[in-house]
């Protein structure tokens, strides 16, 4: 599906769906309790996370289970471990691009612990159990946050509990923080050794919450948060002030942006909120007369699309200027006249270029634009109940 956006502002109020950082931690910690929560999946990457809980909890244990992940990094980086820890065998079955996304250092340190695991292109089999202890496991900090949230979920169901450590400077600790934070909510013991990692305690147990309330998505909210900085006004109500999402650092980072001098670029390191960088390379691009670096931004290579190159270009494409240079993005502001985008399957992508051409000066028409929908399905309409002309080709 294509969509073409065209040049104008948003305005009125959206009521945006759940975090999925939050629902997908949630339905895990839950199912692991005994009965898995009733929230509300409102994309294709939740969705995929509850029906893979849903066949394993209809998979006699003593019986080889398969479960269909699609292109869900979370889903399977969670359960992989999650699933060696129980015992499990379980072959899992992947959609491109996620079948290529890295899980090595995972699974080395899984088949060091008891654990068999054989690996084709679209199909991941793990059996055996996993084994904790006190030696710690070990990976380095500049990988996906996903590799030690699922290792802390794994280590909270095994006796004897264990450690997860990092070896270089931990680059998504936002993410972790808000796995410990559902985990402790669940009654799992687990307490942090600074600039070091983790260590479960022995003889965990998952036990419910009375009440479970996931958060509002502040990773979606950034897409009409840059849509106000280049003049729209979108309000959002709902999302709690004091949040442990990364993604809540977008209107800081917007201000940096749009305070920065014209005399010398202005460096953002998104290490810790990769996400943030398809709407704030948008704005840096609308940004007349500076420049902005986004550093630290090797593991954005590595999302359902390469979004460095994906995002450089996009804003190329509709005749603005970036380029790359190892793991920076050097965006230098200007206009944007418009033209064709490519989505490359990233919903990400798709929902950057739809605020693109809200800015840009001609419309814009986003080839895949469909793919919006493995975060939010509803983005377009939510998107046109606002005003925005959004036309389907």
Not at 120 to 130: M, P, Q, S, W
Not at 186 to 200: E, K, L, N, T
Not at 225 to 250: E, I, T, W, Y
Not at 302 to 328: C, H
């Amino acid at each position: 599906m294509n969509v073409t956006v065209y040049p104008g502002k948003l305005s009125g109020e959206a009521s945006l769906p759940f975090a999925k950082t939050y629902v997908h931690r949630l339905l895990l910690a839950s199912f692991l309790a005994g009965d898995m929560a009733d929230i509300s999946c409102e994309c294709e990457d939740t969705r995929v996370m509850r029906d893979c809980l849903t066949a394993l909890k209809k998979t006699p244990a003593d019986r080889p289970a398969l479960l269909d992940v699609k292109e869900c990094g979370t889903a399977l980086r969670f359960l992989v471990p999650v699933c060696a820890a129980l015992g499990r065998d379980v072959t899992f079955e992947m959609a491109d691009p996620l079948s290529k996304r890295p899980m090595e250092p995972l699974l080395t340190l899984l088949a060091r612990r008891g654990v068999t695991v054989e690996r084709t292109e679209n199909l991941l089999r793990i059996r055996g159990k996993l084994r904790g202890g006190s030696e710690a496991f070990c990976l380095p900090g500049n990988i996906s946050s996903q590799f030690f949230s699922g290792l802390l979920f794994a280590l909270a169901l095994l006796p004897e509990g264990g450690a997860v450590a990092y070896y270089t400077p931990l680059q998504s600790a936002d993410y972790v923080e808000l796995t410990l934070s559902v985990l402790r909510a669940f009654g799992v013991r687990v307490r942090g050794i600074p600039d070091v990692g983790w260590v479960v305690e022995r003889n965990c147990s998952f036990t419910g919450p009375d009440e479970i309330r996931p958060e509002r998505d502040h990773s979606l909210a950034a897409f009409f948060h840059a849509a106000n900085a280049l003049g729209s006004d979108v309000k959002m109500p709902g999302f709690c002030q004091d949040s442990l999402q990364a993604d809540a650092r977008m209107p800081e980072l917007l201000r940096i942006i749009q305070a920065g001098e014209e005399d010398g670029p202005v460096r953002i390191d998104v290490s810790g909120c990769p996400d943030l960088l398809p709407p704030l390379c948008v704005c840096a691009a609308l940004a007349k007369g500076r420049t902005t670096v986004f550093c630290h931004a090797e593991r954005l290579r590595y999302k359902e699309s390469d979004r460095l190159t994906s995002m450089r270009d996009m804003i190329l494409s509709l005749g603005g200027s970036a380029q790359i240079k190892e793991d920076e993005m050097t965006v230098r502001g200007g206009e944007l006249r418009g033209g064709t985008a490519d989505a490359f399957g990233d919903h990400r992508i798709a929902m950057s270029a739809a605020v693109a051409g809200l800015g840009a000066k001609g419309p814009v028409t986003i080839r895949g634009a469909e793919c919006v929908a493995k975060s939010w399905p509803d983005f377009w309409n939510v998107f046109r109940s606002l005003g925005g002309r959004a036309e389907e080709e």
